[in-house]
């Protein structure tokens, strides 16, 4: 989110997160506008910080001061990175893996095992989000059967819309959708007509 308003009508649409972006990209923050929005949030909405390259000293220190519930690491994190993280805060660490074709990173598996959730997302050559492109679900659908009984959560990103959400839900049955571009009438601005027709895609899909 990079405004107020689109966060709150998240929050009232039943959002059980709301992202705010620090990694390199169209939709960064500042620290200051992020604790403006997510200052305005309910607190039964978990606040989430996307990272990228910085340190987990950093990190650790934006989430203590944000009071972020979820870290979401998109610069390639190793499960050094992530304990490093979690020595130095008590919140929840994503793992993100970005897939190129139909192949799962073969970090995928460690991330499953130490992470809190792992996060599907595209990779595309000099973005590490945000990008608009689809997954090939019914591909990763087979690879991820025997990681879901370990630690992490799935948390399905990349390219999703409310067009597909609901194929997509019936292809890899995640834990969490996370939306982004697919809501947007401009970069970083948020379409409500868009966000409430992906909540009614994924309720009618019987998801919480």
Not at 46 to 71: K, N, T
Not at 82 to 110: C, F, H, K, M, Y
Request: hydrophobic letters at 45%; a neutral charge; charged letters at 25%.
């Amino acid at each position: 989110m990079t405004r107020p308003e689109d966060a709150s009508y998240a929050a009232m649409l039943g959002a059980a997160y709301v992202g705010v972006i620090f990694a390199d990209g169209p939709r960064t923050l500042t620290q200051e506008r992020a604790q403006v929005i997510v200052d305005g949030l309910p607190r039964r909405v978990s606040r989430v910080g996307v990272f990228g390259h910085q340190s987990p000293a950093d990190i650790a220190q934006s989430a203590e001061r944000l009071e972020l519930d979820v870290v979401q690491l998109h610069g390639d994190p190793d499960t050094g990175a992530i304990a490093d993280i979690r020595a130095r805060w008590n919140g929840r660490v994503w793992a993100v893996q970005r897939v190129a074709g139909s192949e799962l990173p073969t970090s995928t598996r460690d991330m499953f095992d130490v992470a809190d959730a792992v996060v599907l997302d595209a990779r595309v050559p000099g973005q590490l989000g945000g990008t608009g492109v689809a997954l090939p679900w019914s591909d990763l659908a087979r690879q991820l059967v025997p990681m879901r009984s370990r630690r992490a959560r799935l948390v399905l990103a990349g390219g999703l819309k409310p067009e597909n959400v609901a194929d997509a839900i019936a292809s890899l049955a995640p834990d969490v959708v996370d939306v982004s571009s697919g809501v947007e009438g401009a970069v970083g601005i948020k379409d409500h007509g868009r966000m409430r027709a992906f909540r009614d895609a994924v309720e009618r899909t019987g998801t919480s």
